[in-house]
């Protein structure tokens, strides 16, 4: 009798998806999901709602989007309501600026890399920021920072002996995208004791020790702020890592998503861009990874994000760009977002009270976000059996679960790790095991 289902199955489907795993939307996610439609039905559990905590999803938890960037995203996509009075003269000030740089309106495509305008404002943007010359053609639009990095990795494996250098604990879509590359993610261990910083001495053993196995390292990624570890590197750190890549001819990855979200007294972002621009001596290949999922913007559904190239040959380069054609554009709407996030309302520009409005919601955020920073570490740190690092910025804690050895025992005995025993039977959190 014919099966009633198709003909692929696993052994014809690509051996690097199954392998791939993605923590933050995989076991646990879906137990989580299970429990909520158990809830609606009607099963009793001890408690009666789920809070889905596994991404960074800001506004499912209520945080409000900036008026003036939703005012004019609205006017962008009804036009015609420019010529009422719903809008702030300013919002439709910006709202025909973009119309007429664009030369279309929102729903025809851009340059696959962006819309020019928009790349030209980031460029002002990270010259502000760094004190360094960038350059339009060097910054690529896309749907957030995941399309930008399985680009970017895409072009970089070149064979199956490939490693990367990964920091861990560390986001889990460089490990699902490397495996899905044929790819080797070569961790490097953050120190918990000395707040999740970098050993230098490590690092280097680490690539050797890899090397030594016939692993062609090739790039390291620094995750700064630190997702999900919460440090912030000083720029003495950023320089040390900077020589660690020149010296074995690395190319560094800098995913540099929470620049904004940095809550510790006496401590600020500063950019690898800057170091390594600063190093005329030192030219390393970099990638910078930004988005408007993050920071204080948190519109993550908007789906915008750029990359930075810089140091590359032009040969190189030139593939970068062509695989950037093979996507076409990132969605326009995405696009508005990050021109808006690097090109606020400023006071030479625009009125005192739509300046005012946007710093002062601005400012209420991040404050909220410090805020809850501490609440978090501070009640986490008076839980029996658990430990946790001062969260210094970024958008997560990370802390370590003191488990007894019978729980341990009991999760060996189910051939399961302790950790996502403890999370599957009691709390449901994102756990990276290392």
């Known amino acids: 009798m014919a099966s009633s289902k ?47 905590c596994n991404v960074g999803n800001p506004q499912v938890f209520g945080q409000v989007p900036l ?38 309106g929102m729903g025809a495509y851009s340059d696959s890399a962006g819309h ?14 760094d004190g360094h010359s960038s350059h339009p053609d060097n910054i690529f639009l896309t749907d957030g920072v995941t399309l930008g990095l399985h680009m970017v ?6 064979g199956p002996n490939d490693g990367f250098m990964i920091p861990v604990p560390q986001y889990p ?15 490097y261990y953050l120190n918990e004791d000395k707040g999740w910083r970098i050993d230098m001495h490590k690092l280097q053993e680490t690539y050797e020790r890899h090397a030594k196995k016939g692993i062609n390292v090739k790039a390291i990624c620094i995750i ?16 040390q890592i900077v020589d660690f890549a020149y010296k074995n001819k690395l190319t560094i990855l800098a995913d540099e998503v929470y620049q904004q979200n940095v809550y510790k ?79 606020p309302p400023n006071r030479s520009e625009n009125s005192l009270e739509v300046v005012d409005q946007y710093e002062r919601e601005k400012q209420e955020l991040l404050t909220s976000l410090k805020n809850r920073a501490h609440i978090v570490t501070q009640y986490l740190k008076k839980m029996k059996n658990v430990t946790c690092n001062e969260i210094e910025g970024a958008m997560y804690a990370f802390p370590r679960l003191h488990l007894s050895q019978k729980a341990i025992d009991e999760a060996h005995a189910r051939n399961m790790k302790p950790d996502l025993f403890y999370t599957m039977e009691g709390i449901l959190i994102v756990c990276f095991t290392f």
């Open 67 to 104: 008026t003036f960037n939703r005012q004019v995203i609205s006017g962008l996509m009804n036009p015609e309501l420019l010529s009422s009075n719903i809008y702030h003269k300013d919002v439709k000030k910006r709202v025909e600026y973009y119309l007429n740089k664009m030369g279309c």
């Open 6 to 52: 198709g003909f692929l199955s696993l052994s014809s489907l690509s051996q690097g998806v199954i392998k791939a795993e993605y923590a933050v939307r995989g076991t646990m996610a879906i137990r989580a999901k299970k429990i909520k439609e158990e809830l609606q039905q009607g099963k009793k559990f001890p408690f009666t709602e789920i809070t889905e």
């Open 153 to 158: 990795l895409q072009a970089l494996v070149s």
């Open 265 to 343: 007294d006496g401590v600020s972002f500063v950019s690898v861009k800057k170091v390594v621009a600063a190093n005329k001596s030192k030219p390393v290949d970099l990638f910078s990874f930004n988005s408007a999922s993050k920071g204080i913007l948190g519109e993550c559904g908007l789906r915008g994000g750029y990359f930075e190239t810089y140091n590359l040959r032009d040969e190189v380069f030139e593939q970068i760009q062509k695989l950037r054609t093979m996507y076409v554009c990132s969605n326009t709407t995405g696009q508005i977002i990050i021109d808006l996030m690097v090109n």
């Open 224 to 239: 700064n702020p630190g997702n999900p570890t919460g440090q912030v590197l000083s720029e003495s750190e950023i320089q």
């Open 116 to 129: 020019r305008v928009i790349k030209e404002n980031v460029t002002k943007f990270l010259e502000k920021r």
């Open 173 to 187: 879509l460089y490990t699902a995208i490397l495996a899905m590359q044929n790819a080797h993610a070569v961790p």
